[in-house]
């Protein structure tokens, strides 16, 4: 069966102008998504997890290596992937919808469908009646669902996540957490979800990949197993410590390595 | 708490404001007067002739009042003046926001063409533009052209950098949000950009507004026969200083209004922002 998401040993080299030097930011990165899967990736800091994302999304030319969707080499951004970032980034002069079609109007989608689609997705998220709000009338966490909403209203193939509730406080985070397995289930996207919390991956995904430290690539690719749905009081479960203790025990290595480097 | 100290809280800002205006006018008409002179006289004796003041340096309130009632409402004689301002202020301006506006957008997209026009702009800024008035004279003569092209210089200005600035400040995650949904670079513009520049563009108008007045003004004085920039210089050097204050404060009252109106449209086009006011 084909993936729905195909990184073939993506590269990315970075030249410093002003330390004339080259950085390798990925070194060969090979990941494959299903239909309909949600994948994690965790990793050191600057392992270059986010630039990976940005490199699927089309936003960074990689170097090396191709990107692939459902079988079609992808190299720009497309309606086939939204991607949904830690900041918000709505547009300040705009109202909840009008945020929300945002995406719609770039593809050229009529005023009106995109209306309608876009209170479906509004309303998905949790924030039926609040079309009509400015951003600034609504908090981080509210935010991010308006910008979820305006990823979701594309229906693209792929939904890439990065890091988007780090910026909330941690109880937001958690509700987050449950809220967006609710409306995956419900939206039956495949998703590629980037983040620093442990917890957060294991919780939310089918499998976790384990990136190395910089220069990135796949270091391991651990599958969740546990069946859905999924309570938020899994998260003292002995078997979701388990898988707890090896990731943490995965990215240590590296941790450590870069630190006595 | 009492319905006086009510009144006064819900109306801070216009009573404080009155009371100052009130307080001046009235120290100012017994400055002319001698009010003062006169009540200080007991104690100060010979000097207190100092806080009197002829009418020809000073003139009074109650002067630039009649003054003014005449001017406008019996001889008529300033609305024409008025007029003639009107016109080429009106058309400097609308000038100088055409200019000024695709200018400054494009020195803020296009980085080789703010290199190219840096150096003009900044020498322009740096100088008083009305320094280049013999100048256009000379090249223009004294007709409206003249006063046009110095108000344009004058407005442009503020309106061009601003507008430079509004595109180089543009927030660069609204940019990667508008380029992750394919956004080409006209979209880009229209949607992102110009919505994120308009709060420095009515700044920027405000200052325009207030930097044409001078061009009015200064133009007129230099070469002009008639204006409320001629007027207030022809009646100046006759000593007529009432009719000078009526000029003056004619030409406040008309960038009060101006400006007034930009912050109008302002409130209402920046519906979005917090409010940040106490």
Not at chain 1, 195 to 208: F, G, K, N, P
Not at chain 2, 246 to 253: D, E, K, M
């Amino acid at each position: 069966m084909t993936p729905k998401l195909e990184a073939q040993d993506i590269r990315l080299d970075y030249f410093q102008p002003r330390t004339n030097t080259r950085l390798t930011a990925l070194a060969g990165v090979n990941l494959q998504v299903m239909d309909g899967e949600f994948v994690s990736i965790v990793g050191p800091s600057g392992c270059g997890k986010t630039t990976f994302l940005s490199v699927v999304d089309g936003l960074i030319a990689a170097s090396a290596g191709r990107i692939l969707v459902e079988g079609k080499v992808v190299t720009r951004p497309g309606p086939d992937r939204a991607v949904v970032f830690q900041d918000a980034s709505l547009l300040p002069w705009r109202t909840v919808l009008g945020n929300v079609v945002y995406g719609l109007e770039c593809v050229g989608i009529g005023k009106r469908e995109a209306k309608t689609r876009a209170s479906h997705f509004i309303d998905m998220v949790g924030l039926a009646g609040f079309e009509n709000h400015y951003p600034y009338e609504l908090s981080g966490g509210m935010q991010q669902r308006v910008n979820l909403a305006r990823a979701l209203v594309m229906d693209p193939k792929i939904l890439l996540m990065d890091e988007p509730f780090a910026s909330l406080d941690a109880q937001t985070r958690e509700a987050m957490q449950e809220e967006l397995l609710h409306i995956w289930a419900k939206a039956g996207k495949t998703v590629l979800f980037v983040t620093h919390q442990i917890d957060e991956a294991i919780y939310l995904s089918d499998r976790v990949v384990v990136f190395s430290g910089r220069p990135g690539k796949v270091k391991e690719i651990i599958t969740v197993g546990i069946e859905r749905p999924r309570a938020l009081g899994l998260k003292r479960d002995a078997r979701f410590h388990a898988i707890e203790d090896r990731i943490w025990s995965l990215i240590d290595d590296d941790t450590d390595r870069s630190r006595h480097a | 708490m009492s319905t006086k100290e009510n009144f006064y809280l819900r109306h801070e800002r216009a009573t404080l404001g009155t009371i100052m205006v009130l307080m001046t006018l009235i120290f100012w008409e017994g400055l002319e007067r001698g009010w003062w002179a006169d009540a200080l006289h007991p104690v100060l004796g010979e000097s207190a002739e100092r806080l009197q003041l002829e009418r020809i340096f000073i003139s009074s309130p109650t002067l630039v009042a009649s003054a003014a009632f005449r001017m406008f409402f019996v001889t008529g004689e300033i609305w024409r003046d008025i007029a003639w301002s009107a016109l080429g202020y009106g058309l400097g301006l609308a000038l100088a926001i055409v200019i000024g506006i695709p200018l400054g957008l494009a020195a803020g997209w296009y980085r080789r063409f703010s290199y190219a026009i840096d150096p003009f702009l900044s020498a322009l800024n740096a100088t008083p533009q009305v320094a280049f008035l013999p100048l256009i004279v000379v090249w223009v003569g004294t007709g409206l052209g003249a006063r046009v092209l110095i108000i344009v210089l004058l407005a442009v200005l503020p309106i061009a950098i601003n507008a430079r600035a509004a595109v180089r400040t543009t927030d660069p995650r609204l940019i990667k949000v508008a380029s992750s949904f394919g956004a080409g670079d006209f979209r880009l513009f229209r949607t992102i950009i110009l919505p994120s520049a308009v709060p420095f563009l009515l700044a920027a108008l405000r200052l325009a507004i207030g930097r044409g007045m001078i061009g009015v003004v200064v133009g007129e004085i230099y070469g002009s026969a008639a204006g409320i920039g001629a007027m207030i210089s022809q009646a100046g050097s006759r000593f007529q200083t009432d009719k000078v204050f009526v000029g003056v404060l004619t030409i406040v009252a008309a960038g009060l209004i101006l400006i007034e109106i930009v912050q109008r449209i302002e409130r209402r086009v920046e519906a979005w922002r917090p409010p940040v006011q106490v």
